[in-house]
């Protein structure tokens, strides 16, 4: 007796990351035009400082920020945009360059804010928070900056109908300067599908039903259906045929749902 063995294809999953590729900006602050729909609340305790648009970016030099301390100040300072929408997308993404002009004090364990009556932390410490909020909801901090650094602070695969981005820039002394720029966010268009028409069809005859809708790759379609009777399998992947058989006795209704899926974003489903 002898065995044959007999090789096995291996499978492969491939998980796509495409959310790059097909992203869109929906919403961007570059400094160098209109405001595109932001407010700045900045404190300066004591010597001459400066929050604002200068050289094509938002700068922060010598700004304490609230509440003013007996030994220096409490980092509460912001810039902040108004709500964006963000319901048509999803896989949302929030990317700011920044970076820092002279030589900052980084206190670890930050970030601080308010009156703490240590002079190295009220007085001594630099920091740069940033901060997103979804639907109205409470500021949620996505990066951190301690002291001096540069880079891009970004968060990616967000999701709901509002957006609001939050940056608090707090240094002391003359020569420090903090900046930031190109405050953008990009998302991935939620797919759609348009509305099938209702299906009548006799028994031994075919229906085909093919599906249309947007989004960019254009959408791929998976459908659900609550009833074999009709001549449907239970569920599938794009356009399908109805295909009741010819000896049915008596009518049969389904329901089809279908769903649209787009660069790994899943729209809405319809029901026909
Ligand atoms: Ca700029
Ligand atoms: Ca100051
Ligand atoms: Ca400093």
């Known amino acids: 007796m002898s065995f044959r063995f007999r090789s096995a294809f291996p499978i492969f999953v491939c998980f796509l990351i495409s ?16 405001n595109q729909g932001w407010t700045q609340n900045f404190t300066d305790c004591d010597a ?22 007996p030994t ?24 700011v360059d920044y970076g820092s002009i002279g030589v900052f004090e980084c206190v670890a364990g930050g970030p601080y804010y308010g009156c703490s009556g240590n002079v190295s932390i009220d007085n001594g410490h630099d920091q740069m928070v ?10 949620i901090q996505f990066f951190y900056v301690c002291g001096g650094t540069a880079g891009i602070a970004s968060i990616n695969g967000l999701s709901g109908n509002t957006i609001r ?3 608090s820039a707090a240094n002391k002394a003359v020569a420090e300067t903090y900046w930031f720029d190109n405050v953008t966010v990009t ?24 599906f249309t809708g947007t989004g960019t790759p254009a959408p791929t379609f998976s459908w659900t259906n609550n009833s074999t009777a009709v001549g449907l399998a239970a569920s599938g992947n794009g356009n399908l045929t109805i295909s ?10 389904a329901t089809v749902t279908v769903t649209p899926t787009s ?6 489903p319809v029901t026909f």
């Open 72 to 95: 220096g100040g409490g980092n509460d300072n912001e810039w902040v945009t108004n709500d964006i929408a963000i319901n048509n997308y999803c896989s949302v993404s929030i990317s």
């Open 263 to 268: 660069a790994g974003c899943t729209g809405t």
């Open 165 to 167: 981005v939050r940056i």
């Open 130 to 139: 940033f901060e997103y909020s979804l639907n109205g909801g409470p500021f």
């Open 19 to 34: 959310q790059p590729a097909f992203s869109q900006i929906i919403w961007q602050e570059n400094f160098s035009g209109p």
């Open 187 to 210: 998302g991935v268009a939620t797919p759609t599908v348009n509305q099938p028409n209702d299906v009548t069809v006799c028994a031994g005859q075919n229906a085909p039903v093919v």
């Open 244 to 253: 009741p058989p010819a000896n049915l006795a008596a009518q049969q209704m």
């Open 48 to 69: 001459p400082g400066f929050a604002g648009v200068q050289n094509n970016r938002f700068e922060v030099t010598d700004m304490e920020g609230a509440p003013c301390c």
